[in-house]
């Protein structure tokens, strides 16, 4: 009988000892397994991060502008591989200082504009825009042929006409008090740009004003100056800020001054227009060499 329950025990502990081994050889090959499934998970992050980031990367800029004068010298020096007309707008795709970018003007006032940056963000999908540009210079220490980079912008013209007269209302901005932001890296980008053509001494940033009329008076100025603190003003730029802001695309708004917006502003524009335009668009190119 001893004989016999030596005999199971041994057979017992051998069972036992064969399904522990079992189990360890179980556990290392699940170990095996999750640690196979992590590192293939990790890899798999990591080659979607990278695909994300060059899928950005090849997107191309968008550069907008109001008027010919402004766009001349881009086109001038841009590789042009294909010119898409819509809405009766010219979108010309190519390169530009080893940049992919899609050059347009957009045409002049507000609803141009904003049909513009709409038109190059939906339909060409670009990772950034910039707008280029002339404007009359409201600060006082703005001078003619200075160059203004947006540091937000607010649209002038919006409001209620009353009794009393035209009352402003924030309602178009996107803060509360009426501001639209734009892009901070890419408005630094410009700035340093700025310097780097025309010296720290004729660039500022502050803010812009937008509306739909060609300021020309000394009055008005100071209006702008006062309820605004805008440092120049234009017709185009909170509109491309706006729609930028709304599609969550990086923009930034630069302007070389063409006059004063005062009473001379006319005869001002007439003499440096084409200069100051050039001068915003030297600033666009050197911002690409940059990027």
């Known amino acids: 009988m001893k004989k016999m329950s030596r005999a199971f025990l041994s057979a017992v502990l051998t069972v036992a000892l064969l399904l522990s081994l079992a189990a360890c050889s179980n556990a290392d090959n699940h170990s095996s397994t999750v640690s196979s499934e992590s590192v293939s998970t990790a890899e798999t992050s990591s080659e979607a991060s990278s695909t994300v ?3 950005s990367e090849s997107k191309p800029i968008g550069i907008i502008t109001a008027m010919s004068n402004e766009l001349a010298m881009l086109l001038e020096k841009a590789e042009i591989s294909e010119t898409k007309t819509i809405g009766g707008v010219d979108y010309n795709i190519g390169t530009l200082e080893g940049q992919d970018v899609v050059l347009v003007q957009g045409g002049i006032g507000k ?3 904003a049909a513009g940056t709409t038109v190059l963000i939906n339909e060409f999908d670009v990772k950034s825009i910039i707008f280029t540009g002339i404007a009359g210079g409201v600060g006082d220490e703005v001078q003619v042929l200075d160059e203004v980079i947006a540091t937000d912008l607010v649209f002038h013209d ?3 006409q009353t009794n009393d007269g035209f009352v402003w209302d924030a309602a178009a901005g996107v803060n509360e008090d009426g501001t639209i932001p734009v892009d901070e890296e890419l408005s630094k980008k410009a700035y340093e740009a700025a310097v780097s053509v025309l010296g720290e001494d004729h660039v500022f940033q502050g803010r812009i004003a937008t509306g739909d009329q060609f300021v020309a008076s000394a009055e008005y100025v ?3 100056q006062e309820e605004f603190d ?4 234009e017709m185009e730029g909170a509109a491309v800020a706006r729609i930028a802001a709304q599609y969550e695309v990086p923009c930034c708004v630069i302007r070389a001054m063409s006059d004063k917006a005062d009473g001379a502003a006319h005869d001002t524009y007439e003499n440096f ?3 100051a335009a050039d001068n915003s668009a030297s600033i666009v190119l050197a911002m690409l060499q940059s990027m």
């Open 222 to 224: 100071t209006y702008l």
């Open 273 to 275: 227009g084409d200069t």
């Open 53 to 55: 980031s060059d899928a």
């Open 158 to 160: 919006y409001g209620n």
């Open 111 to 113: 609803s141009m504009a």
């Open 230 to 233: 805008a440092i120049a003003c």
